[in-house]
């Protein structure tokens, strides 16, 4: 029987509705499945899909030697000389439903995580108090754990700041993403993996 790929470290993606989870994803691994369905009226006078399973991403993160940021890579890209040279790592993206009531679908997901990314919409700040109800309920699913806030969709004219996105929810930082740009997306997750890696080692 073939086996289930395994993974070195699993990343949690959550937050709100239509917050950008799916998208960043995306942006991330060009290869990521998602189950969704068309939204059943605009949200915000966008028509588009919403999340009633999962998404999921695999990618590589590669990097010279222990200390270094590296690189995101898609699987399919990957040379042998990354297999021979450096560390690899297998990174998996679990995102899931915002909508509140799909808790049950989020609680299924959350074994093994290592790394906690709670999405927000950076332009909605009507958002704010479903983005908090988000972040309360992550923080009693994985308690003692850093939850990384991501300020997305910083491209648009409408935004705040990925400063005043930390104050709306109250925590210490928030980074700035914009999930239309796919290469910074995947600078930001190298940076918050080499984080990760530095304090597990703490
Ligand atoms: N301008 C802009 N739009 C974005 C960005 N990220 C996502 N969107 C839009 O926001 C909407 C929702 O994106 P999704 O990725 O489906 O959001 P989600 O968080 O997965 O939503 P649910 O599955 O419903 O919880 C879509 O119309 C996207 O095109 C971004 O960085 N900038
Ligand atoms: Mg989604």
Not at 181 to 194: F, G, K, P, T
Request: aromatic share 6%.
């Amino acid at each position: 029987m073939k086996q289930y790929a395994p993974y070195d470290i699993k990343i949690f993606v959550t937050g709100p509705f239509q917050s950008g989870k799916t998208k960043l994803i995306h942006a991330i691994d060009p290869a990521a499945i998602s189950i969704e369905r068309p939204l059943p009226r605009p949200h915000r006078g966008e028509t588009g899909t919403t999340t009633t399973g999962f998404d999921l991403g695999r990618v590589i993160w590669w990097r010279e030697s222990d200390g270094k940021t590296g690189i995101i890579i898609p699987r399919a890209e990957m040379t042998s000389d990354m297999e021979t040279s450096g560390i690899l790592k297998h990174i998996e993206l679990r995102g899931v439903p915002g909508m509140l009531h799909f808790k049950f679908v989020r609680d299924t997901m959350r074994a093994n995580t290592d790394i906690v990314l709670l999405v927000v919409d950076s332009s909605d700040r009507e958002m704010i108090e479903e983005a908090i109800a988000h972040l309360e309920e992550a923080r009693a699913a994985f308690p003692g754990k850093s939850i990384k806030v991501i300020a997305n969709k910083q491209d648009r004219n409408d935004a705040a700041r990925p400063d005043e996105v930390a104050a709306w929810l109250g925590v210490e930082r928030a980074i700035g993403m914009s999930t239309l740009d796919h290469q910074a997306c995947r600078r930001v997750m190298a940076e918050i993996l080499s984080t990760h890696a530095r304090s597990a080692q703490n």
